[in-house]
């Protein structure tokens, strides 16, 4: 996405996504106007080829528009949207309207077909929903719903009917890598808001006449913070480097995993830094450390797609670690 594109979406949500907005949402409050707004902007169909009235862009050109779901702490599911959306079109089914999320199946001791973690669900329409190597759309208002884990978040199940009669899209789709690579650049996002706050907080703190930023066991946390936020980010831009619309799974497997092992490391030195105001209710910190530990599990922590990649390094002619990441990166730097 060029920054024309990027300086638009950050516009939008700088005036309509401010933290007070997103508290608002988290409390329950609706969400439809905030929606809107997005849906007017036709941000949201960014993947959808230009034929049916999207822009026709590429996974690698949305990036920027990922991240700023994290920097922003969007409480709404543009990132899953766009990426159904894009997903649906390119298989021949036309989007409904309404924002769309993910979930994967099981089936239920009552023999309804269960969704034990829809990440944003309480804010869905619809549920791509993924089942028996099926993916079917399914209405979120016709799903049993409990909030799950986080407060956005939600457990849903159907009946085995509604699944029956939902509408199948052609063609095998692996949306756990799909999911993973969404919030590999939302953590990012995430991530780097988190390290200007504790800085811009690190230099207006003052302690024993002078900044905390100043004394050199915060210099030394700061730094960690920066190289794991910079680090992150590489990795994110590099899950997300197809030139289509399908994601390769192992650079999928080497952005989530280095997002993940981030997320932990930078809450915990951002709260260390800010102390206990950090985790009050009021302050803004905590919007974006929580995310980053929910979205650290989403899709699969570190540690799953770790074995991911030691699999396949087991599975490669290359002998050295180094070697297998060199290939995965050497047609992308």
């Not at 700023?68 to 159904?84: D, K, N, Q, Y």
């Not at 063609?171 to 995430?190: F, M």
């Not at 390290?195 to 907080?201: D, K």
């Not at 066991?217 to 997300?240: K, W």
Request: hydrophobic residues 45%; proline residues 5%.
């Amino acid at each position: 996405m060029d920054d024309l594109f990027a300086d638009a979406v950050k516009a939008l949500l700088t005036d309509h996504c401010t933290p007070a907005v997103v508290r608002a949402i988290e409390a329950g409050q609706a969400s439809a106007p905030l929606w809107q707004q997005l849906e007017d902007s036709g941000f949201v169909d960014a993947l959808v080829p230009e034929s049916a009235g999207g822009a026709g862009l590429a996974l690698a050109d949305v990036y920027a528009m990922l991240e700023l779901c994290g920097s922003f702490a969007v409480p709404v599911p543009l990132g899953e949207t766009l990426l159904a959306r894009g997903l649906l079109a390119h298989a021949g089914v036309s989007a409904p309207k309404g924002s769309v999320v993910f979930g994967t199946g099981q089936p239920a001791s009552d023999g309804r077909l269960h969704c034990p973690q829809v990440r944003c669900g309480t804010q869905a329409d619809w549920v791509l929903v993924s089942f028996g190597g099926a993916c079917r759309l399914l209405p979120a208002a016709d799903s049993q719903m409990q909030v799950a884990g986080f407060c956005l978040d939600a457990q849903m199940s159907w009946p085995q009917a509604a699944w029956d009669a939902a509408q199948a899209v052609p063609g095998k789709h692996d949306l756990v890598t799909l999911q993973a690579a969404l919030y590999a650049a939302q953590l990012a996002g995430a991530l780097m808001a988190v390290f200007s706050r504790t800085l811009q907080y690190a230099n207006d703190r003052q302690q024993f006449g002078k900044p905390i930023g100043k004394f050199q066991a915060i210099q030394h946390q700061l730094s960690v913070m920066s190289e794991h936020a910079f680090a992150a980010r590489m990795a994110a831009q590099l899950g997300l480097s197809a030139a289509g619309q399908v994601p390769d799974r192992l650079r999928v497997a080497m952005a989530k995993a280095r997002t993940s092992e981030a997320a932990l490391e930078v809450a915990g030195l951002s709260h260390s830094i800010h102390g206990a105001i950090g985790f009050t209710r009021e302050f803004d910190l905590q919007l974006y450390t929580r995310r980053l530990h929910a979205w650290r599990q989403a899709a699969g922590s570190e540690s799953y797609w770790h074995d991911v990649l030691g699999q396949a390094l087991l599975d490669s002619p290359e002998p050295l670690s180094l070697d297998l990441v060199r290939t995965l990166t050497d047609t992308v730097l």
